[in-house]
């Protein structure tokens, strides 16, 4: 994701931010969401990892602590020519990973527990692969940004609820309307932000990382049993911040009826197939 495409977004982002203070608020809601939306671009620039790590309570670890992890990550990080991320695990049973952070220079990888568990070797070098990929794309900066913001902007809606009701309606467009229209929408807008980063952003790390790796097949493997763990284990604390959900390998909520409308993430039979297509695979997977 390019610095033009970025700046789009967040612009689009501070639009949906005064738009929705106006209708709260009216002129004056609409100065102090905009003023809000700017100052959250700029702290979440700079601050939109540690944010997204501290969600998760992700703890740091190194070569002595995890030296598997580590070592998998350095390997290839070396290969890929990008410094060496940090290293985070988090803790949940649900095997699942994320890279967050504004550029490969100041770059996170985080594995859960249930990952390192429920995976073998390569396929964990599969997946630690795919995130890197998004790392030395630099999809990681937009990826948490709006991470962030679409939690913020939900969080619009529950001010809407305490607040669109009485006062002063000439401060309030449509009154208790526009309140109401923000407590339906505005989910709905976060909903839209994060279809903003695209599928294509997914396939892309998909071959990055097989690319990275050398062996597709690994990511291949990875992915169906991440699938399909992901479909019986909760990930308690994605399902509380369900914002960050498209930050993650595979998507780790556990509502997916409206999976093929709303997700951020491509079909997973589509995913394994490509990475089997690469490898020279015919037929069927699973």
């Known amino acids: 994701?390019?610095?033009?495409?970025?700046?789009?977004?967040?612009?689009?982002?501070?639009?949906?931010?005064?738009?929705?203070?106006?209708?709260?608020?009216?002129?004056?809601?609409?100065?102090?969401?905009?003023?809000?939306?700017?100052?959250?671009?700029?702290?979440?620039?700079?601050?939109?990892?540690?944010?997204?790590?501290?969600m998760y309570n992700a703890r740091e670890v190194d070569?002595?602590?995890?030296?598997?992890?580590?070592?998998?990550?350095?390997?290839?990080?070396d290969r890929a020519q990008i410094p060496m991320p940090r290293v985070y695990i988090v803790e949940s049973d649900q095997p699942n990973a994320f890279a967050t952070g504004r550029n490969p220079e100041h770059a996170a990888i985080a594995a859960t527990t249930g990952l390192l568990r429920h995976l073998n070797h390569q396929e964990i070098a599969g997946v630690l692969?795919?995130?890197?990929?998004?790392?030395?794309?630099r999809d990681t900066l937009i990826m948490t940004i709006t991470a962030t913001i679409a939690g913020a902007v939900s969080?619009?809606?529950?001010?809407?609820f305490f607040f669109g009701g009485g006062g002063n309606d000439r401060e309030r467009p449509l009154g208790w309307v526009g309140g109401l229209l923000v407590m339906i929408v505005a989910p709905l807008a976060a909903m839209l932000v994060q279809m903003a980063i695209s599928r294509?952003?997914?396939?892309?790390?998909?071959?990055?990382?097989?690319?990275?790796?050398?062996?597709?097949?690994?990511?291949?493997?990875?992915?169906?049993?991440?699938?399909?763990?992901?479909?019986?284990?909760?990930?308690?604390?994605?399902?509380?911040?369900?914002?960050?959900?498209?930050?993650?390998?595979?998507n780790p909520l556990r509502g997916r009826s409206m999976d093929n409308l709303f997700s951020t993430h491509p079909a997973m039979e589509n995913r394994i197939r490509r990475l089997r297509e690469m490898a020279g695979v015919a037929g069927p997977w699973g």
């Open 1 to 54: 994701m390019n610095f033009v495409k970025t700046a789009a977004l967040l612009a689009g982002l501070t639009a949906l931010f005064g738009g929705v203070g106006y209708l709260i608020g009216g002129e004056s809601g609409m100065m102090i969401a905009f003023l809000l939306a700017l100052a959250m671009n700029a702290f979440t620039y700079w601050n939109a990892d540690k944010i997204v790590l501290s």
């Open 63 to 77: 070569a002595r602590s995890a030296p598997d992890l580590y070592g998998i990550v350095a390997q290839l990080a």
């Open 129 to 137: 692969a795919h995130e890197l990929g998004h790392v030395k794309n």
């Open 155 to 160: 969080m619009l809606a529950n001010f809407a």
């Open 200 to 250: 294509t952003r997914e396939y892309a790390a998909d071959r990055a990382g097989a690319e990275l790796s050398g062996h597709p097949l690994w990511l291949a493997g990875a992915l169906g049993k991440l699938d399909e763990a992901s479909r019986r284990i909760d990930n308690e604390p994605a399902e509380a911040h369900p914002a960050t959900a498209h930050l993650f390998i595979v």
